[in-house]
């Protein structure tokens, strides 16, 4: 079911101390993007066939705010590729899983994404990715 490890999602306060800290090190990010739907800025770096993800709020009504409030900067989630996401939904929720998205929706580097509830996985938030063509 999981193909590989997709990202891994860090919330911060400041995207632009993680942009200087990179450029400090010689490394620029592969992409920046705004997703609108979950209230987040994305700065992104590509290591081998993974991505780390930094995400910045836009709101404070956006659950990395919530996530920074109550924990601080820090890994957020880990995310993991699936060829078909709707299928993979539907087998978890069959099994029991407790999922925070019923369906896929929009995420980062256009792919289609959904979160497993962290109760259902062991206190970890889950992403679950499918790249669209």
Do not use: W
């Not at 290591?47 to 919530?66: D, N």
């Not at 896929?104 to 990715?129: D, M």
């Amino acid at each position: 079911m999981l193909k590989k490890i997709d990202h891994i999602g860090i919330a911060v306060d400041d995207l632009e101390a993680v942009a200087a800290t990179f450029a400090a090190l010689g490394v620029e990010p592969e992409f920046t993007e705004e997703v609108t739907d979950q209230m987040v800025r994305v700065l992104g770096f590509h290591v081998g066939e993974s991505t780390i993800e930094y995400l910045q709020a836009t709101s404070s009504e956006s659950p990395i705010a919530k996530y920074i409030a109550k924990k601080g900067n820090g890994i957020h989630h880990i995310a993991y590729r699936v060829d078909n996401l709707q299928e993979t939904l539907d087998t978890l929720q069959a099994k029991g899983f407790q999922l925070i998205d019923q369906q896929p929706r929009q995420g980062a580097e256009g792919k289609l994404i959904a979160f497993v509830h962290p109760k259902s996985s062991n206190g970890i938030l889950i992403e679950l990715c499918e790249k669209i063509a």
